[in-house]
């Protein structure tokens, strides 16, 4: 793996990081105007977390699928899974030293926390795995007298 994949993977992991967590505003806000509307301010804020507890999970391991996918597909002769996992790192590195800057240790050393990154990382692998297997090619049998 090249020295620029490393600098990809980083910046994958801070883009899924980014459109995970406008993700989880939109889910709050869907929810602010669709779900729950009218209510004081104080109470879409103490639904955020439990709100972006469902959707950040689920949201981060479709785009890490998403995104290894294409870009396995795109460059062939990288590594894929190699490349998924060390974006998958990089993911977890600046979730859990955001959160241990935050202060949130105890966020950050829960059984939520471990889902979410083991779906991020099947998501990761999974679209690595996709992008390596070859669509099977319809054969014609052949037509005889």
Do not use: C
């Not at 297997?133 to 037509?143: G, I, L």
């Amino acid at each position: 793996m090249k020295g620029l994949d490393a600098v990809k993977a980083v910046g994958l992991a801070v883009l899924i990081m980014a459109l995970n967590l406008g993700l989880a505003f939109a889910a709050v806000f869907v929810y602010a105007t669709l779900v729950a509307p009218g209510r004081p301010q104080a109470f879409y804020t103490a639904a955020a977390p439990a709100i972006a507890g469902w959707s950040a999970p689920f949201g981060g391991a479709l785009m890490f699928l998403a995104a290894t996918w294409l870009l396995a597909r795109r460059r062939p002769e990288r590594d894929g899974l190699r490349f998924a996992g060390m974006a998958w790192l990089s993911y977890v590195i600046i979730d859990v030293g955001s959160g241990a800057a935050s202060g949130s240790v105890q966020a950050i050393l829960s059984v939520q926390m471990a889902g979410s990154m083991g779906l991020a990382l099947l998501g990761a692998l999974g679209g690595a795995a996709l992008a390596k297997s070859k669509p099977k090619s319809k054969s014609h049998a052949p037509t005889g007298a």
